[in-house]
């Protein structure tokens, strides 16, 4: 029975080596975050220029409805926030426990994932919040961190 190296120095000049054959569906998974990432950044043109109380007149919803529908999504976001820290954690342990970079690189792709699901989730609620559509990007940021001055 052969014994099978750890290490060789052609890995050293093919660091894709240590991926083996998961490389294919890492840079598939890296694909969908990025497609991902820029739809969300992406401008939309909306179907009809219309107000927060008039989409809830159009749309017959109730007061109840809208507080119903605020709750669960920052609920969803509460949800994929703690997701993408579980994920953050097992990367790292994957990564020094099994010796698994290609596994580390999958865990923190999702990770990313579902920080941006955090990120949709918030921000719609935060629109409902102050019932306004069309709330910057800057706006929001400014309500999670808690002040009109503050900058990253």
């Not at 294919?24 to 969908?32: C, D, G, I, L």
């Not at 970079?101 to 409902?128: E, H, K, N, P």
């Not at 808690?146 to 900058?151: I, V």
Request: aromatic share 18%.
């Amino acid at each position: 029975m052969a014994k099978r190296k750890f290490f060789s120095f052609r890995s050293l000049y093919l660091p894709l080596g240590f991926l083996g054959g998961e490389i294919n569906e890492v840079k598939n998974f890296s694909r969908t975050v990025g497609s991902t990432v820029k739809g969300m950044f992406v401008k939309d043109t909306p179907d009809r220029t219309e107000t927060f109380d008039q989409a809830v007149e159009r749309l017959g919803l109730t007061e109840a409805d809208i507080q119903q529908t605020m709750h669960r999504y920052r609920n969803y976001a509460i949800f994929f926030l703690l997701m993408a820290i579980v994920l953050f954690i097992y990367a790292f342990y994957l990564l020094f426990t099994h010796l698994s970079i290609s596994g580390c690189f999958i865990s923190l792709a999702a990770t990313t994932f579902c920080l941006l699901q955090v990120f949709r989730y918030d921000f719609w609620a935060y629109q409902m919040k102050v019932r306004r559509l069309g709330v910057s990007f800057k706006e929001w940021k400014q309500h999670i961190l808690g002040g009109k001055g503050t900058s990253l």
